[in-house]
């Protein structure tokens, strides 16, 4: 049974968080130290990222990927069919990473900079660089996992606040089918 990646991210703070309160920061060579850290993390997680990408666009993979999106949370909208490739949607994923990085270090740049938290440099130095080796497509690409079970796309969005996402994508012919009927569907993605 393996510890769930939230589990583990706590543990990891609590840890590190004990751990920064023993680092002299006031030190300036220890808080480059710490900026050089958190610089390498980043970008070792943009090179793996460049990596996915042109491992993403070398298989090109143009088999046709069908699923139901769920509506938006709180929306009176339909789940609406998407229509896509697997080398689209795995575009469209690794565009999210970036994005999801690009905003934490922009946050951490707010705070560290402006606000002239150092503390967190370090738990963020660990945490994403974690979170990066943990991603589906980099348990395919990177490692090589077939894309069975978990890794069978369209993959579960990861929920949001308190795990109230706005629910996972439907691949199944039932909701397809009931998503075509319907006439809202058919988006399709290139």
């Known amino acids: 049974m393996a510890i769930s990646p939230q589990i583990t991210n706590l543990v990891i703070i609590l840890g590190m968080m004990q751990v920064s309160k023993k680092i002299p920061f006031e030190d300036p060579q220890v808080l480059m130290g710490v900026r050089a850290l958190y610089i390498v993390s980043n970008l070792i997680i943009a090179g793996i990222y460049l990596y996915l990408q042109m491992k993403i666009n070398a298989k090109k993979d143009m088999t046709t990927l069908k699923y139901v999106e769920p509506a938006p949370m709180g929306s009176a909208e339909e789940p609406k069919l998407i229509t896509t490739t697997v080398h689209s949607y795995d575009l469209q994923q690794l565009r999210a990473l970036w994005k999801s990085q690009l905003m934490g270090v922009g946050m951490m740049g707010v705070m560290h900079l402006y606000f002239r938290y150092t503390n967190p440099l370090l738990i963020q ?26 890794l069978k796309r369209p993959w579960k969005a990861a929920g949001g606040i308190m795990g109230m996402g ?9 909701s397809i089918e009931q998503a075509e009927k319907s006439r809202n569907g058919g988006v399709k993605d290139e």
């Open 125 to 150: 130095s660990i945490i994403p660089l974690k979170g990066a080796f943990e991603g589906n497509l980099i348990k395919i690409y990177l490692f090589g996992e077939p894309a069975i079970g978990d």
């Open 166 to 174: 706005g629910g996972e994508p439907k691949a199944d012919r039932k």
